[in-house]
């Protein structure tokens, strides 16, 4: 599922706000928005999956962002079954709400995530997570059954991932059909664009978060369509964005803000359905 990412936005006194994006590809399932709350831990800006266990994204009340998409090298083939199974064996979920819970920089989330996954009994579902927190810090951890690999993309100052790894499994991913390259290698570029135009510019919140929902509304060719390999906002594309061979939507996009601790969000496909606010009212005292 997903395309995913983070760019920090300097203000002219120096000061950094991150904003963290999704669009949230899938087949139809239920999904929720929410304030996630843990005792004796932090509070969190969530968006879950109903048949996924945890939080599937999300940003805590210090400003850390965990944000998930899937990855793997399969060519999915129809099989009859239910939406709903294809979550099954996914760690991701129950390690982000963790991280988010526990941790209070993006180095301690991505320490948090490598070791969950070097402890898994077994192979699980495949993931790319965006980390970043609110200093700037942006933090890439893939996994696919079990290996792993990690990035540092803060002296970037922006990172994205569309269902690929750029650290793991290079030559099984040149291997997939045409279908599935596509769809995830346009976007990326789509994604790239985006993120490198702001970041040459020197773009401010309010001139980035306009950008990062109309790219997260895009469609190749604009206006109305049928669903076409690489279109950002999904409306019935198959290949290229989970395990499922089913026609997947966009169900959410989503944009967190670490200095604002907002997240924007719509329930819907952006640029049909309209965008929320959703506010964490306080950060927490430093610990």
Request: glycine share 12%; proline share 4%.
């Amino acid at each position: 599922m997903c395309t995913i990412g983070a760019i920090v936005c300097r203000s002219a006194d120096g000061g950094a706000a991150v904003l963290g994006f999704k669009n949230s590809d899938s087949p139809s399932v239920g999904y929720w928005h929410g304030i996630a709350g843990a005792e004796d831990g932090y509070a969190s800006l969530a968006y879950g999956i109903q048949p996924q266990k945890g939080i599937n994204a999300g940003m805590n009340e210090r400003g850390v962002m965990l944000i998930s998409s899937y990855f793997g090298c399969e060519t999915p083939a129809p099989d009859g079954r239910p939406a709903e199974s294809f979550w099954m064996n996914d760690l991701r979920g129950i390690a982000q709400a963790e991280a988010l819970a526990r941790c209070g920089t993006a180095a301690e989330a991505l320490a948090l995530m490598r070791e969950r996954y070097r402890d898994a009994a077994e192979p699980t579902v495949g993931g790319s997570h965006i980390i970043a927190d609110r200093h700037g810090t942006l933090l890439v951890f893939e996994h696919d059954g079990m290996e792993t690999a990690w990035h540092d993309d803060t002296a970037q100052g922006w990172t994205a991932r569309s269902n690929q790894a750029l650290g793991i499994k290079l030559a099984e991913q040149e291997a997939l059909p045409e279908a599935i390259r596509s769809d995830r290698e346009l976007r990326l570029v789509r994604a790239r664009h985006t993120l490198e135009t702001l970041a040459r510019s020197g773009s401010g919140q309010k001139e980035a978060l306009s950008a990062l929902a109309s790219m997260l509304a895009s469609r190749r060719g604009g206006g109305a369509h049928a669903p076409a390999s690489g279109d950002i906002c999904a409306d019935g594309v198959i290949y290229g964005r989970s395990n499922a061979a089913l026609p997947h939507v966009t169900l959410s996009g989503l944009i967190w803000n670490s200095q604002s601790l907002e997240m924007q969000y719509t329930a819907g496909r952006p640029g049909i359905a309209p965008w929320q606010v959703m506010r964490l009212t306080a950060r927490r005292a430093e610990r």
